[in-house]
T-cell receptor
């Protein structure tokens, strides 16, 4: 089934540790995104990528980094996790950066203690 | 920047019609989108309006008035499975970012 795979599904992490959330899509979409979702705040864009080799900052990029080595993979890294990064993280993709139709992964629930 | 406002909660009974409103402020407008998210699930795309008027997709319809910076999602013949959160979203002038509202939790009662 075509779509987006995220891993891990859930993780508890000690503050200060490094963590990478993985995201892989098999739809050959050009654009990929990372959103975080917090209660009452909706979905906020962290980083995005227009195509392999290019990335950009979204609304809340601080403390996060991304890379886009190929079309399919778009990992999100927390270099030194802090409790305020406790959230549900969604990876998404679309055929182009200007599309309003995003396909989301199932999410990764991260708890930083 | 851009901001969106939508009600936090709406409750309706099975078989009824419900309207979820969304007002937005944006520096450049490239359309209003709607997404559905069930508890514990991923957001899924429902509809998109680029121009004024009503777009219908089965039981769901979405309306846009660009002059009023306003839109709504209309759900007809409500079913229990429609209980979910519904998010409106707009794209900003740079077209890089789809900004989501904080969501409306719809509860459908039997």
């Amino acid at each position: 089934i075509a779509g987006i795979t995220q891993a891990p599904t859930s993780q508890i992490l000690a503050a200060g540790r490094r963590m990478t959330l993985r995201c892989t899509q098999d739809m050959r979409h050009n654009a990929m995104y990372w959103y975080r979702q917090d209660l009452g705040l909706g979905l906020r864009l962290i980083h995005y990528s227009n195509t392999a080799g290019t990335t950009g900052k979204g609304e809340v990029p601080d403390g996060y980094s991304v890379s886009r080595a190929n079309t399919d993979d778009f990992p999100l890294t927390l270099a030194s996790a802090v409790p305020s990064q406790t959230s549900v993280y969604f990876c998404a993709s679309s055929d182009s950066l200007g599309s309003n139709v995003l396909t989301f992964g199932a999410g990764s629930r991260l708890t930083v203690l | 920047g851009q901001s969106l406002e939508q009600p936090s909660e709406v409750t309706a009974v099975e078989g009824a019609i419900v309207q979820i409103n969304c007002t937005y402020q944006t520096s450049g407008f490239y359309g209003l989108s709607w997404y559905q998210q069930h508890d514990g699930g991923a957001p899924t795309f429902l509809s998109y309006n680029a121009l004024d008027g009503l777009e219908e997709t089965g039981r769901f319809s979405s309306f846009l008035s660009r002059s009023d910076s306003y839109g709504y999602l209309l759900l007809q013949e409500l079913q229990m499975k429609d209980s979910a959160s519904y998010f409106c979203a707009v794209r900003d002038r740079s077209a890089r970012q789809l900004t989501f509202g904080s969501g409306t939790q719809l509860t459908v009662l039997p």
